[in-house]
């Protein structure tokens, strides 16, 4: 094993564009953040993105767009390479999750579990000269896993300390939390909906990306009956090792509150990032408390940067559970999970386990991704 210069892809639940992070890895798994550098979709892009998730789409528009977000892959670790200066040794792409459907279901006595990312490592390869290890979730799923969340793995690396236990909180389109204790085995899961609804809710009613700082949340009031039926989805009371995305919390379930909820906009804002703290703290109450007790709760991801929401966690959990920001470990929370798959994609190369298995279900340990040699 040979230190190496990693550069981690990431394209989340919120299909606004790529993060890439440029990191510095050595054999002992420490890693050295460089740099990072964010390529947005174009408008036309998100368009097509956004095609995918229709109820009927041809085979043609998913073979293209396969292609198409490799494409801007590797737009955006060109870019990534400029921005530092430094040409990376290997590259890690989470691509895009087109459907992801971890299930016990069996047809004629054979697994349905199963999960589809695009975004084709191939032509990043091809495009960059970079050697490109990608589609980490489907080595996971063959040995009986959800195929996610896979972050815990660099989670446990960058947060882990005997003396104090934590939860590592990624608020992205959805909120998942990874549990680091002495008192239980590493466990982690999807609690939600997080950014998704809200940043979905945003376009749709003020035409416009993000609720900057949460003001126009902290505007308004929350509307106790949405609250109470969101609550109440069946996800929320159900055991990990669990995950989910668009599938439950996209623009089925956002077109279906915007369409039968009657209050101001600023309202509904406010319900739903409400919700996203209540259903990480009902989580919390429901299955983390019970096995340890935590004394940290540690935020990053899109959601870090929401003054209001980051209020409204202080609010739910201290004095408790004290609560922090990746930022205070020297973590940034822009490119977290993109340095997270510089990580895996380096343990990729080397043929090392990097799937937490009480993360994601499995039932052994087992190296993800695929490797695709430099073109």
């Known amino acids: 094993m040979e230190k190496l210069l990693a550069a981690g892809l990431m394209s989340g639940t919120s299909l606004d564009g790529i993060d890439a992070a440029l990191v510095e890895i050595t054999p002992d ?10 390529l947005n979709y174009s408008e036309k892009m998100q368009q097509k993105l956004k095609s995918l998730f229709a109820p009927t789409i041809s085979p043609k528009l998913l073979c293209e767009m396969n292609v198409l977000i490799g494409e801007y892959f590797a737009k955006a670790a060109l870019l990534l390479e400029e921005k530092t200066g430094l040409k990376p040794d290997l590259i890690g792409s989470h691509g895009v999750t087109f459907y992801h459907n971890p299930t016990n279901e069996k047809f004629e006595n054979l697994s349905l579990n199963s999960t589809f990312q695009i975004g084709e490592g191939a032509v990043i390869a091809d495009r960059t000269g970079i050697t ?4 980490f979730r489907p080595a996971d799923m063959a040995a009986q896993g959800q195929g996610a969340p896979l972050v815990p793995f660099a989670d446990k690396i960058f947060f882990y300390n005997k003396n104090i236990p934590r939860v590592i909180l990624n608020l992205g389109g959805i909120a998942n939390v990874t549990v680091l204790s002495d008192k239980c085995e590493v466990f982690a899961f999807d609690t939600g909906a997080a950014n998704m609804l809200i ?11 993000f609720d900057k700082d949460g003001e126009i949340a902290r505007s308004g009031k929350v509307n106790e009956s949405l609250l109470s039926k969101l609550m109440a989805n069946p996800y929320l009371k159900k055991q990990p090792p669990k995950t989910t995305g668009r599938e439950l919390f996209g623009e089925t379930l956002l077109d279906e509150i915007i369409n039968n909820t ?24 429901k299955f983390i408390y019970p096995a340890t ?81 430099k073109g």
């Open 293 to 373: 007790d935590i004394k940290e709760l540690i935020i990053g991801g899109g959601g870090a940067y929401n003054k209001y929401m980051t209020e409204l966690f202080r609010q739910e959990f201290e004095p408790k559970t004290q609560i922090k920001s990746h930022e205070d470990f020297g973590i940034s929370n822009k490119y977290k999970e993109a340095i997270a798959f510089a990580l895996l994609a380096y343990t990729s190369y080397y043929n090392i386990p990097n799937n937490i298995k009480t993360a994601t279900g499995a039932v052994k340990d087992v190296v993800l991704g695929k490797i695709i040699r």
């Open 29 to 38: 798994l420490s890693c050295k953040f460089i740099g990072g550098v964010s």
């Open 199 to 209: 940043d979905g809710a945003m376009r749709k009613l003020y035409n416009t990306t």
């Open 132 to 135: 490109t290890v990608c589609d």
């Open 262 to 285: 009657n209050d101001k906009p600023e309202n509904i804002i406010s319900t739903l990032t409400t919700y996203t703290v209540k259903s990480v703290k009902d989580a919390f109450d």
